[in-house]
């Protein structure tokens, strides 16, 4: 893909290019591509290769173990009809194949890959501009910078609009992540290449001094790993105010803590966040202490592959005073009475367009709200009242017609009844076949 993109002679060494593997054939294309993986990812070579591809190739290897199999593989690829591509494109393309890879979830994948049309979204409600600081946390492999940067290469004429300067700034320096897992890190710096971007990845935790170290930023957009402090990625930071094994709470406290006054974020959360008791409790207050909370987006279930997690946008700005800064938070449903998504119904960017019409294109956007009520999927609540409710921000008005009420349940007696009969009905199946096995 770097040969097609023209970016080759840029980001790989002479030698160690796409034209040097293919022009060898058998027993000598597979001894160089091994020499090349090792030679790629040794830093004291004398090379004089871009740092990136150091990072991409460190301790890389191959399970390929004879050369007809990697002479099958350059083969297929070789196929490819590259011409009926935009050379832009080939960027969307290595996405697509990990939108593909994420979607299996026999592959695991799916623990780091963001749904794109939720990315989408949530990148054009924020409107990130040329010259800000924008960090992920929780990078993965980038689907929210990469998006970002397009959005504002879309805005900017492809940076053409940008001084020197500042283009150069957009390509080096604008956007930076960091992601815990190795192999993650690695797809993802191949991705950021792709897409001619040379921004800092760092190969680590948010949770630890590596995250304490970010610089602040002007936006953070994220999608925070789910699931609770087991092995590496529990928090180590020092510099947090609340101490909790809950890593989603102590994502919620750096990013805040992260940001620029007056920056802004959006960042995906499970419904844990929204009403863990004590410590969490503690943190949305002190969220909602230094930032504007103005909007939390209930998301549907169904689309990760964890199937039966429940998850939010937060969006909140960064105060320029340190207390009293959130005065009413809205909360839009897009949870209740929505199809079932998965792979045969997949989320798609229009079930988003009521709630970005809904939510203006103001970052806080405020004046352009109106609560719709009972019955509608967008409703105000204001701090008093959130205060009563112990800063329990899990909040739910529609009544959901997709799942079972409690209310339209039979009587316990009657179940108890019924599970009696079923298990009467299993027991005398049961001696049946017992009886017949006999005879």
């Not at 979830?105 to 924008?134: C, H, M, N, W």
């Not at 689309?303 to 997690?309: K, L, M, R």
Request: glycine residues 8%; proline residues 4%.
């Amino acid at each position: 893909m770097l040969e097609e993109k023209g970016l080759d002679k840029k980001w790989l060494p002479d030698g160690y290019r796409w034209k040097d593997l293919t022009e060898k054939n058998g027993v000598d294309q597979f001894n160089f591509y091994r020499k090349m993986l090792l030679e790629l990812g040794t830093s004291d070579n004398k090379l004089k290769k871009h740092p990136r591809v150091l990072e991409i190739y460190t301790n890389a290897n191959t399970s390929l173990k004879q050369p007809k199999h990697l002479s099958l593989i350059i083969s297929e690829i070789n196929k490819i009809d590259w011409y009926s591509h935009d050379k832009d494109d080939l960027g969307d393309m290595y996405e697509g194949l990990l939108e593909k890879v994420g979607s299996e979830k026999k592959s695991g994948a799916g623990q780091y890959f963001t749904p794109r049309v939720l990315i989408e979204s949530i990148v054009d409600i924020l409107q990130p501009q040329a010259g800000e600081e924008i960090q992920d946390p929780a990078a993965g492999t980038c689907g929210f910078l990469i998006y970002a940067d397009k959005y504002i290469k879309k805005h900017t004429d492809n940076l053409g609009k940008l001084s020197e300067a500042k283009a150069e700034f957009q390509i080096k320096e604008a956007f930076y992540g960091i992601e815990l897992v190795e192999v993650t890190h690695r797809l993802a710096l191949m991705n950021l290449m792709l897409h001619d971007m040379e921004s800092n990845l760092i190969q680590g935790s948010a949770l630890s001094d590596a995250g304490a170290n970010l610089k602040p930023a002007d936006l953070i957009i994220a999608n925070p790993p789910f699931g609770t402090a087991k092995g590496d990625g529990g928090s180590t930071r020092s510099d947090l105010t609340f101490e909790t094994s809950n890593k989603q709470l102590s994502f919620l406290q750096h990013i805040y803590r992260s940001l620029k006054p007056g920056g802004r974020a959006g960042i995906v959360l499970p419904d844990n966040v929204l009403f863990e008791a004590g410590v969490g409790a503690k943190i949305r207050q002190d969220l909602m202490e230094k930032c504007n909370l103005h909007t939390i987006l209930r998301l549907p279930t169904g689309i990760f592959y964890a199937q039966g997690v429940k998850t939010n946008v937060l969006f909140f700005n960064k105060g320029k005073k340190e207390t009293g800064n959130t005065k009413e938070t809205w909360v839009y449903d897009l949870r209740a009475n929505m199809p079932s998504f998965g792979k045969t119904s997949p989320l798609r960017r229009e079930h988003f367009s009521e709630f970005e019409k809904a939510y203006g294109k103001n970052p806080d956007g405020t004046s352009k709200r109106k609560d719709q009520g009972e019955e509608g999927r967008f409703r105000c609540f204001n701090i008093a009242e959130i205060k009563k409710r112990e800063y329990n921000l899990d909040i739910s008005w529609l009544r959901d017609e997709s799942v079972t009420h409690a209310d339209e349940l039979p009587e316990p007696d009657v179940i108890a009844g019924e599970i009696l009969a079923s298990l009467k009905n299993a027991s005398e199946s049961f001696a049946k076949i017992i009886s017949n096995m006999e005879r």
